[in-house]
């Protein structure tokens, strides 16, 4: 079976089995006492005089933590919908069937409906008054999103925003005083220290695993903009957007994904940084969408070979491997072969480092590169350009307590108001519930609700809450505009 990447994020049922572990002899067999004893050397070794004992680490007591910050990590469950056919012992029925309308009706096999979904994950109260922390694949494609605390109350929650790109998603429940996790910094964390995770695996609520840190700055296949922390914690469908708690009772990290040959946790995991992720929640909550810096640079890393043919000291640094034309690393005069070496001063290592770094950085600031060209270095000055969200946004499509639109959205990029002709609106990713009855699609642009334009997110979702039971959208799709009726029931 080869090696996947997971998510694990949703179980509807689960089943839990007990496994017993042994040993593995590899090479030789085990040796009895008797070997041992025969073995042995006939006097005690001394270790040399000037030699230092082996550092120790004691097994730390996590106790204490799970109980002052369990009552912190939530249970997220989701409801959704999503197109299925079931098969006919009579094939696929014909419209001029006699029949045709009777099965149509009342949902036959045979004729294309839609099937409840539903799923599992876990989050963390981040403040007392109800903004909570998840994983975006957690809440994506949900219609319905709940909370549950460890006292058993139960809320609805809104989605106020997800980012795809980082796998990082803000949630938003009524309440007050709610007990909160308090946030760390990862940098603190060394390499072989010990951490926590809490979380709803297979749906068994507040579990608490430990491990060790076993890597930071991991880059993985999915995640450009993510400098994974890496843990041995075991991690299974249901952790996902829990917390990662280090030895001081500070989350570091949200659980977000496992590499497994399995499906199941095999030893490794990786969380998004608590830093990082709070970047991305912040912004959500003040622009309803997130941006990042780009160069406009594809890059490689650099081998021993290729430092050799560089003329470079060591295998160091982001190599730049073709540079789109008219961007920012175009118009400050970076070409391919030329190697990133630092970026405002720290040094890039590898080319894992560069993507992160340079999304952090404010779009329309000016960085500074240090580039090792034709066997010199140079600074190379650039100014930052916006990288395009890959995320969405979600606009009254996970809110319980109102009339569903189903919409995920996200804003314009520049490009794509110039490309349109229009100063606003926001781009339809996905459509599900009243909005998707109606005929909305990916791609369309929503302009305006009940004849006012729409200039972001949140003013669309607060459109909606105020339209009562039925709205129209004017929609912007290939080269037509056209109102589109919605009932939101």
Known sequence: MTSRWKKPAAVATALVAAVATGYLSHGRALASPADVARDAPSTPTRAAPDSKPAPTAAVPDFSAIVQRYGPAVVNVSTTGSVKSAAGSPFGQLDPSDPFYPFFRQFGAPGQQGRAITRGLGSGFVVAADGVILTNAHVVAGANEVKVKLTDKREFP???VGVDKAS???VLKIDAKGLPTVRLGDPSRTKVGEWVLAIGSPFGLENTATAGILSARGRSLPDGGYVPFLQTDVAVNPGNSGGPLFDSRGEVIGINSQIYSQSGGYMG???A???????????????HGKVTRGQLGVTIQDV???LADSFGLPGPTGALVSSVQPDSPAARAGIQPGDVILSLNGSPVSGSSEL???VAALRPGTEAKLEVFRDGHRRDVEVRVGEAESAGATAAGGADASHGKLGLAVRPLSPDERR???VDAGVVVEGADGPAARAGIQPGDIVLAVNGTHVKSVEQLRSLVDRAGKHL?????????RIFVPVDLG
């Open 157 to 159: 929650a809104r989605v």
């Open 472 to 480: 129209a959208l004017l929609v912007d799709r290939g080269d037509a």
């Open 303 to 305: 081998n021993q070979s």
């Open 167 to 169: 796998d990082v998603a």
């Open 268 to 270: 490794l995991s990786f």
């Open 419 to 421: 490309q349109v002709g």
């Open 355 to 357: 993507p992160p770094a």
């Open 272 to 286: 998004i940084p608590i830093d990082l992720a709070m970047n991305v929640e912040q912004q959500l909550l003040a």
